[in-house]
């Protein structure tokens, strides 16, 4: 079983920071993409970044210059840092990984979500 883990989620005021982090646990043979995708009420899941076993970096256009992906192979973690925080960023942020737990075929696995809200 392969369990996404996020934190780091809470309330920040416009223009302030916050880092989320996600961790990979159970049986892992190997992850590929991870990545972070948000929802606000009322509207679809969309990309946020994400980043590929090798640190190549996606970000959607929002965010781009305000947000960094990173992640630690060695931990199965992935990290997104938020700077520049605006009031349009407030989400529930989950965490997204393709992974194998043996040799074969990478499944897709959601972490639990992390409310972000960011107050103007």
């Known amino acids: 079983q392969v369990q996404l883990v996020e934190s780091g989620g809470g309330l920040v005021q416009a223009g302030g920071s916050l880092r989320l982090s996600c961790a990979a646990s159970?049986?892992?043979?190997?992850?590929?993409?991870m990545g972070w995708y948000r929802q606000a009420p009322g509207k679809q899941r969309d990309l946020v970044a994400s980043?590929?076993?090798?640190?190549?970096?996606t970000y959607a256009d929002s965010v781009k210059g305000r947000f960094t992906i990173s992640r630690d192979n060695a931990k199965n973690t992935v990290i997104l840092q938020m700077n520049g925080l605006k009031p349009v960023d407030t989400a529930v942020y989950y965490c997204?990984?393709?992974?194998?737990?043996?040799?074969?075929?990478?499944?897709?696995?959601w972490g639990q979500g992390t409310q972000v809200t960011v107050a103007s």
């Open positions: 159970g049986s892992i043979f190997n992850i590929n993409d």
């Open positions: 980043i590929t076993s090798g640190g190549r970096t």
């Open positions: 997204n990984a393709w992974i194998m737990s043996g040799a074969g075929v990478a499944r897709n696995y």
